[in-house]
DNA sequence: GAGCACTGC
């Protein structure tokens, strides 16, 4: 421990940390911050007037680094140190040292939002940029005027960041914290590569037939790549003479491998054994193999974007960020001088790349941030100019306010309503917690619940890859419930009714492949939504399953009722003459639904007229995810609400947006004064006076 | 008839 770079820093921080309200510490990796500066501060006596509070962006990391400190300072975790991650809470009176994921202290904030029990916070892992971080950073600025006596902020960022951390809170002082890593040689590409899956791969055998042992990890952008380099590798590495090189391991990491497949990484190789490791990044920062002494970094990443104007997400490979590129890097120098191949050129890197990462809060949908801000119900902040260190785009909060006027969550003026205070509350996309509120007024609460919960873990649950279900067995998927015609969510409902009444047994999960980690998160969620409505709904609430198929039906039809109020800005209404949709609260696209999804058509090979989609997003085409058949009784009177929309008014009338202070706003919306004028949806006004129309044909069909 | 990087309340 006495080695910890920082413990030499001790005065110096303490001492700056006294003079000033907040610091910036830019901790290198293997610095010891996230253990070290907590119990500095605890040792200075900083947790006599309140708690010290420890925030990260991952719920094991907060764990981990919890129970280290509880061993350091010799003390049962859960007393004078602890942690809260969602669905367990090991703090207690004593507790003085707190460590929890930025989620946490989000919800924290909404029930005492002076975060009164706390001396310090530090925001630790600040440079990943997490739309919660993010949030929070906002908070913070705000909160260290309130407290200005009895407060103090610490937060740690990386070196090419934190100039601006410190510029956003007031040019604080940044303190450079010098990590315990290993020297690691950068050696770059000579040119840009044409494939870069080749380049790795003749890469990886180069250093596998030139340099001493130590193992190999490779960043990729996703799975099939993996896959394709995993098959080439070990195709060349089998066909090397005998005995001219030692043994070699490939193996793939990625977030869909099964759990029981990642932990293979983990175990040590046979000597004279070299492990390739071919990773997404997930190796970044979430999983650390230990032994990786050369990294092969092919510079690119998945990420996900998601359209303001269209409501799509769509899945791109980007270029990495420098300090993507130096986190890649660092981990060949773990335990080790190590070896860092780019396969990019110096050039690129100093001039292609950009500096950070582009922060979360510009690529999501802010429809569940902005409640939050609503509902915190600050006195002195406006919602639009509220202060991120990188504002998102004005259409992107106009996008968030107009989806949650279409779903009641603020009225026509821009406030929040009782229903969006109501919505903060529980931990789920707005769609899904207004679906909540509203089945709780039809009596199907109990299969609303589960279909949040379900929709909650999402990607993770059903067999995903279907080469291996069709050697292995034949009819898993067939065994399943298919949602009765109407769609995913009620298909998503029956999987869990199953479940339940075979009593949460995981081999009932395992015979019909669904992932039993993701199934007990379910079943986690659900409870933990059960308490919230219990105690919103103040009294019982009939949360468990119908008995019999003639109330499921009746079931069914107001559960979709429900799912129409909640997914109102998520509604799309089939074309005429074929089964695709065209999305009605949007700027209209045209999408497809889903292949993956169960819902049938009728007799003459339709798909129902209006159905409400889960998700938009763009992969090999625009596609909608987990759709839902609605009535067309239902619709109408959301289509009357987007009609009669008006984006200046819910952005607070006297708000003009366009001459907002924020400077990010205008650099990225160079367009929008001519949009501005009158509502977003103007342009499209005759094509939902169509879709009006066409509404009012079938419904005379009828 | 497609396939999805990673987190979190």
């Known amino acids: 421990m006495a080695q910890l770079p920082i413990l030499q820093f001790e005065e110096k921080i ?3 940390v006294e003079q000033n309200q907040v610091v910036v510490i830019i901790g290198e990796t293997g610095s010891g911050k996230s253990t070290q500066l907590s119990q500095m501060l605890h040792r200075r006596g900083y947790t006599k007037s309140g708690i010290i509070g420890v925030t990260q962006p991952r719920r094991v990391a907060a764990v981990s680094v919890a129970r280290r400190v509880a061993e350091e300072l010799g003390v049962h975790l859960g007393e004078d140190v602890g942690y809260a991650i969602r669905f367990e809470d090991r703090t207690s009176e004593r507790t003085r040292i707190k460590y929890l994921t930025d989620g946490v202290l989000l919800r924290e904030s909404l029930s005492d939002p002076e975060l009164g029990q706390y001396s310090v916070i530090i925001l630790d892992e600040a440079h990943e940029r997490s739309l919660n971080t993010d949030t929070l950073m906002g908070l913070m600025k705000r909160l260290i005027r309130m407290r200005r006596s009895n407060l103090k902020v610490l937060i740690t960022s990386a070196t090419l960041d934190g100039n601006k951390v410190s510029k956003f809170f007031f040019d604080c002082p940044v303190l450079t914290v010098p990590g315990k890593l290993y020297p690691v040689e950068i050696l770059y590409s000579n040119e840009r590569p044409k494939s870069y899956i080749e380049s790795c791969l003749k890469t990886a055998i180069d250093i596998h037939t030139k340099e001493p042992e130590g193992d190999v990890l490779i960043f990729m952008t996703g799975q099939d790549d993996i896959e394709k380099l995993v098959s080439k590798l070990e195709e060349k590495v089998y066909s090397l003479e005998e005995g001219s090189c030692m043994d070699a391991i490939i193996l793939p990491l990625h977030g869909s491998l099964p759990p029981e497949l990642q932990v293979r990484v983990f175990s040590r190789p046979p000597p004279n054994c070299r492990r390739f490791i071919a990773a997404t990044n997930i190796a970044e920062t979430s999983l650390t193999v230990d032994g990786v002494v050369y990294v092969i970094d092919s510079g690119y990443v998945k ?18 960020s420098k300090v993507q590129a130096n986190q890649r890097a660092g981990r060949a120098g773990r335990t080790r001088p190590g070896k860092c191949y780019r396969m990019y050129t110096s050039m690129d890197y100093q001039e292609e790349l950009l500096d950070v990462t582009v922060p979360e809060i510009q690529r999501s949908s802010l429809a569940g941030s ?15 100019r509220f202060d991120f260190l990188d504002p998102p785009t004005s259409e992107s909060l106009e996008d968030a306010l107009k989806q949650l006027y279409l779903i009641d969550a603020i009225d026509e003026n821009g406030s929040i309503t009782r229903i969006g205070q109501t919505m903060a509350e529980l931990p789920l996309e707005p769609s899904l ?20 919960a379900m929709l909650s873990a999402e990607t993770t649950l059903l067999p995903g890859n279907r080469k291996n279900v069709d050697k292995k067995r034949k009819h898993r998927s067939e065994d399943l419930p298919d949602g ?8 998503l409902l029956q999987i869990f009714e199953l479940w339940d009444q075979k009593n949460y047994d995981v081999n009932w999960c395992k015979d019909h492949d669904l992932q039993v980690r993701g199934m007990l998160f379910v079943k986690d969620v659900r409870k933990q939504l059960c308490q919230i409505m219990q105690k919103i709904a103040k009294g019982s609430l009939e949360v468990w399953s119908f008995k019999n198929q003639k109330e499921s039906q009746a079931g069914y039809w107001n559960l979709r009722k429900a799912l129409c109020v909640g997914y109102a800005n998520q509604l ?10 065209r999305t009605l609260s949007f700027k209209p696209q045209v999408v497809q639904v889903h292949p993956s999804s169960v819902m049938k058509p009728d007799e003459e090979g339709k798909f129902a007229d209006y159905i409400v989609y889960h998700e938009l997003i763009t992969t090999s085409r625009p596609y909608m995810r987990h759709v839902c058949g609605v009535q067309v009784d239902w619709v109408m009177p959301i289509l009357n609400k987007v009609k009669n929309l008006n984006v200046n008014k819910l952005s607070g009338g006297s708000t003009d947006l366009t001459r907002g202070t924020i400077e990010g706003n205008v650099k990225n919306s160079p367009k929008k004064e001519d949009a501005r004028t009158t509502s977003t949806l103007d342009g499209h006004d005759n094509k939902i006076q169509a879709a009006r129309e066409r509404f009012l044909a079938r419904r005379g069909k009828k």
């Open 484 to 491: 009765s015609g109407w769609g995913d969510h009620i298909q």
């Open 14 to 16: 303490i001492e700056t």
């Open 572 to 581: 799309a209404e089939r074309m005429i003459h074929h089964n695709g949709y």
């Open 433 to 452: 917690s207004r679906t909540l509120i509203e089945a709780n007024e039809y009596g199907c609460i109990s299969q609303a619940l589960t279909v949040a």
């Open 370 to 384: 902005v409640l939050y801000l609503k509902s915190l119900d600050l006195p002195d902040i406006d919602i639009l």
């Open 303 to 320: 990420q996900r974007q998601y359209n303001p104007s269209t409501g799509m997400y769509s899945l791109n490979v980007v270029q990495i």
